[in-house]
């Protein structure tokens, strides 16, 4: 029944699709403890809307300084 797994620490960010889950890695608000960007990868930090069966309809990426630096809507 699981529909969607979170992680983060890594700083990087990445979304795959494997066996019907959604995985994604949200980076790290850290950023490398301040010192800017983590292989291309600004500070940030990820916020997420769930529907009710645990699918995520919308994802954003937000970098440290609350710039919305990727916003996507989820077609299930």
């Known amino acids: ?3 969607t797994c979170l992680s ?3 700083h990087l960010q990445d979304e795959v699709n494997y ?3 959604r995985y994604f ?3 790290a ?3 490398n403890w301040w010192k800017g960007a983590f292989q291309e990868f600004e500070p940030a930090y990820a ?8 699918n995520v309809s ?6 440290y300084n609350g710039s919305v630096v990727i916003y996507k ?4």
């Open 73 to 76: 809507i989820i077609i299930i």
């Open 47 to 54: 916020a997420f809307d769930f529907q009710n069966d645990g």
């Open 29 to 31: 608000i850290s950023g």
């Open 8 to 10: 983060g620490h890594i």
């Open 58 to 63: 919308r994802v954003e990426m937000i970098e």
């Open 25 to 27: 890695c949200n980076g």
């Open 1 to 3: 029944n699981i529909k």
């Open 19 to 21: 066996l019907g889950i």
